[in-house]
């Protein structure tokens, strides 16, 4: 069973909006990471938070990590069309990554 | 600097026929590599994963197999395919030295579709 589930499954904003996805995990993690996968292409790295800290920032990338909670958020401020693409998360426990089912975002112009 | 790839890109295959899908990773030397299946509009399975040469674990029982007969390279088989085995393949790799959890690198990806 899928470790990370995203919420929501797809998300349709303007061009210069923000857009918000949530993971959420069950069982304690080391790691949390958020991927950006383009249609037919393979996935690509985008932020790695570790269980003992609570944020991170990567240029337009804003990662929260709530471990009371279980849950994480990642935020694409003044997105763009070119941000249009899935979006998983993974989380790192004992010796494995585990993805989630993925957010599907388009970004209009 | 690293890359990984993979081939075919895209692969047609009759129901019972062989396969064999390779990865390679250059620039860097005894890579965690994995397999991973992918479904339509869906998450990633991982298939197997290998932290050397000759090394290999299963994560699901099912028509596939998996080999490094170098330290580089990654070859997923099947002697016989299944409608089932249809989807998206992708290969990764993680820098060997740290744990599986860390960050891990994708190949462009191969898309099976059995017939």
């Known amino acids: 069973s899928q470790q990370g589930e995203e919420d929501p499954q797809a998300l349709s904003i303007q061009e210069g909006e923000n857009a918000t996805m949530n993971c959420s995990y069950k069982t304690s993690i080391n790691n949390l990471q958020w991927y950006r996968q383009n249609s037919g292409r393979g996935l690509v790295h985008l932020i790695l938070?570790?269980?003992?800290?609570r944020e991170k920032h990567s240029g337009r990338l804003r990662v929260t990590l709530d471990t009371s909670k279980k849950s994480s958020s990642l935020l694409i401020t003044a997105s763009r069309a070119a941000d249009t693409a899935s979006y998983f998360c993974a989380t790192g426990a004992g010796n494995m990554l585990t993805f989630g089912g993925g957010t599907r975002l388009m970004v209009k112009p | 600097s690293q890359t990984i790839h993979q081939w075919p890109a895209t692969l047609v295959q009759p129901v019972g026929s062989p396969l064999s899908l390779e990865c390679t990773v250059e620039g860097t030397s005894n890579p965690n590599l994995y397999w991973y299946r992918q479904a339509a509009g869906r998450g990633l399975q991982l298939l197997f994963y290998s932290v050397g040469i000759g090394q290999i674990s299963s994560e699901v029982p099912q028509n596939l197999s998996a080999s490094r007969p170098q330290d580089r390279q990654f070859i997923l088989s099947s002697k016989k395919l299944l409608l089932s085995d249809s989807g998206f393949y992708l290969c990764a790799w993680s820098v060997g030295s740290r744990a599986s959890t860390d960050t891990q690198y994708f190949g462009p990806g191969t898309r099976l579709t059995v017939l």
């Open positions: 938070i570790r269980s003992n800290e």
